[in-house]
């Protein structure tokens, strides 16, 4: 920060201009130059259709209907079957699979009653986004200006242990911010309200001028393109303030914060962001979750008007509920490899390849299977060459807890931990053979 802090002084530009600067070479410390890393845990509820979903077998992989939307990003795709949250204790396995997900660890006792078993609370750990977050962080090569980045997609406002997987630690669940305007605002500030939008740009216009004469050629470029996004996601924001006025108030549960039926457009601008905000590299740990454990979104625009969690209750004979949780699961997969085809057009500002290249997203969810509310075989599906895993291959696993995958991926970091979560999971170290 200290070389960004000179450099804004040296140019005679305010401090609202840094957002700009974190990606540009004439601004990097002095210890920069290893490789990024980055990751992103996508997170889509209620399981999934096991035999539309799953490879046949391991070795080459040969997608299923569900998947399908990931074959340009076949070679660069691992999924991993028989991965199992073996986390017991208190609350339902809803609110296990949920709480349990990233941390790895048992749920406090509490007053949260699920759906059966007993009523539960937080989680007693961190999640390991936070975990890796702060190993980058204490390194100032790795330093980033925010270190994770929470994104939500019709996530409720209510606190309870069925709407957060972020931790930061024992009892400290995080809320991820599930409005554009928000997490814009946070990015780059200089917003006032849904109302007044202002321009960040008109604010730093003179800044960025003189910015401009003191970059090299590939600096002024990133800046360029920068600036260019932020104006163009202004307007996407302004044009989209008055949309959906006239819908009915969604059945969701109360204090659910935008519309239903502008999923599909929240997702595409909170992905938009996200690539921008790791472009510009803000972070290197962000997570995307759409709704909730036992969320109930309607998706309306597939031809779906039944709530989400709902279908997933139906027998496996009901065909027609099947057909329309494929549909539901395959428009998870298709937002994925949009993610995936955002970060691969965009080059490694400042690197080789692609930005997916340095990337790794782990697809995952907090059921095996909605009807059976099983924890065995969560899916987990990773897309990406940003933890060196071989890719292009599905592995079938003998039920190993999935504490050993989250310190697979610590490791894939070079942060060298043993265990996470509760170390019963971990005696046979982390998952080997990625």
Not at 37 to 64: E, H, T, Y
Not at 106 to 125: C, D, K, M, V, Y
Not at 289 to 302: E, I, Y
Request: proline share 6%; hydrophobic share 35%; glycine share 10%.
């Amino acid at each position: 920060m200290n070389t960004r802090r000179k450099f804004l002084q040296s140019a005679g530009v305010s401090a609202a201009t840094l957002p700009f600067l974190q990606n540009l070479a004439a601004c990097a410390p002095a210890t920069a130059g290893k490789p990024r890393q980055r990751l992103v845990v996508m997170f889509s509820p209620n399981g999934v259709i096991p035999g539309a979903f799953w490879p046949d077998a391991a070795g080459d992989l040969a997608l299923k209907p569900i998947m399908k939307p990931l074959e340009p990003f076949l070679s660069k795709t691992l999924t991993l079957h028989g991965v199992c949250d073996k986390v017991r204790g208190d609350g339902d396995n809803h609110m296990r699979g949920m709480g349990c997900l990233l941390t790895g660890v048992e749920l406090f006792p509490g007053n949260i009653q699920g759906g059966s078993h007993t009523p539960a609370g937080w989680a007693r750990g961190h999640s390991i986004d936070q975990e890796i977050k702060e190993f980058l962080q204490k390194d100032p090569a790795t330093k980033t200006r925010f270190g994770s980045l929470e994104f939500g997609v019709l996530v409720p406002e209510r606190a309870d242990t069925w709407t957060r997987m972020i931790y930061s630690g024992p009892n400290r669940p995080i809320a991820p911010l599930d409005d554009p305007y928000q997490m814009f605002n946070k990015l780059y500030g200089g917003m006032k309200d849904r109302e007044n939008l202002a321009s960040v740009l008109d604010e730093i216009g003179e800044d960025l001028k003189k910015l401009q004469g003191r970059l090299g050629k590939e600096d002024r470029r990133l800046l360029e393109e920068h600036a260019g996004f932020v104006r163009d996601m202004e307007k996407e924001l302004a044009a989209s303030k008055s949309t959906g006025k006239n819908h009915a108030v969604p059945d969701l549960p109360k204090g659910v914060r935008e519309e239903n039926d502008n999923i599909p457009k929240l997702t595409t601008m909170q992905i938009d962001l996200m690539v921008q905000a790791f472009k510009a590299d803000f972070a290197r740990v962000a997570s995307l979750q759409f709704t909730n454990s036992v969320g109930m979104a309607r998706m309306r625009w597939l031809g779906v008007e039944e709530g989400h969690h709902e279908l997933s209750h139906e027998p496996d004979s009901n065909e027609k509920a099947k057909e329309k949780l494929i549909k539901i699961n395959t428009w998870f997969c298709e937002q994925l490899a949009y993610l995936a085809k955002k970060l691969a057009d965009t080059p490694e500002p400042g690197g080789t390849g692609s930005m997916l290249d340095h990337t790794t997203i782990v697809w995952t969810n907090e059921l095996g299977k909605g009807n059976s509310h099983t924890l065995d075989d969560i899916p987990f599906v990773l897309v990406g060459g940003g933890l060196g895993f071989k890719t292009g291959r599905s592995l079938k696993l003998p039920k190993v807890p999935h504490n050993r995958l989250l310190v697979a991926l610590a490791n894939g970091f070079g942060h060298g931990i043993k265990s996470f979560g509760n170390p019963e999971f971990c005696k046979d170290g982390a998952l080997t053979g990625l």
